[in-house]
């Protein structure tokens, strides 16, 4: 079947822009992650969706950033006024349950924010 | 600090060798798991061990898993081309299993 889909693959936006960034998860999947991973570094945990739990926001760098899922499908990632430190790609996960199981990732999208 | 750090940051072998990189954490955890990254297929998840495991095989991986030491190595044997790309540890934190925290990664580079 068709595994994490995220779109788009690339977005260049200019400094103060608000952005939308798109993830699809394996149907029937209930967790749902969003990371960031800048040039060389590791993943940085943004923020969790289990089912209908209150999602962990634990992981938002700013009020600049927020993310919404709908039921247990789709996910949207916002990142308001973009700043150039928001240069990173964003990669969103999802997996059967939040708990003791592994991650599938999707290919991310690359945001540059001149 | 982040949770997992691998170490070493970098390690270059020959094709045939034996690879190991290891990740160290702080808090406690129920699992513990790594990951594969490379330009071609993208993060990939590789193994995960339980907190009561002690050691795990797939294939020419094995993972080890200290909880006293709070630490964790990743063993790939016969080391080919194809293994080559960077390496990270993610851990779940104990109590908050939701959220994984990942180290920046070990860089392997495995010359033919």
């Not at chain 2, 997992?4 to 072998?13: K, T, V």
């Amino acid at each position: 079947g068709a595994g994490v889909s995220q779109s788009p693959s690339n977005k260049v936006t200019e400094k103060g822009k608000d952005v939308e960034l798109r993830c699809d998860p394996i149907s029937g999947h209930t967790a749902l992650y969003w990371y960031r991973q800048r040039l060389g570094q590791g993943l940085e945990f943004l923020i969790y969706f289990q089912g209908n739990s209150a999602p962990d926001k634990s992981g938002l760098p700013s009020d600049r950033f927020s993310a919404e899922r709908t039921g247990e499908s789709v996910s949207t990632l916002t990142i308001q006024r973009t700043q150039q430190e928001d240069s990173a790609v964003y990669l969103c996960a999802s997996s059967p349950q939040g708990l003791l199981t592994e991650q599938y990732f999707g290919p991310g999208t690359r945001l540059t924010v001149t | 600090s982040q949770q997992g750090e691998e170490d070493p940051q970098a390690l270059s072998i020959q094709e045939g060798e034996n690879a190991t990189m290891n990740c160290s954490y702080k808090t406690s955890i129920n699992n513990l798991q790594w990951y594969r990254q490379n330009s071609g297929r993208g993060l990939v998840h590789l193994i995960l061990i339980r907190s009561n495991e002690r050691e795990k095989h797939s294939g020419r991986l094995r993972v080890t898993l200290d909880t006293s030491k709070k630490s964790s190595s990743l063993l790939i044997t016969a080391s080919r081309a194809a293994d080559t790309a960077s390496y990270f540890c993610a851990t779940d934190g104990g109590t908050n299993a939701g959220k994984s925290t990942f180290g920046d990664g070990t860089t392997l580079t495995v010359k033919p």
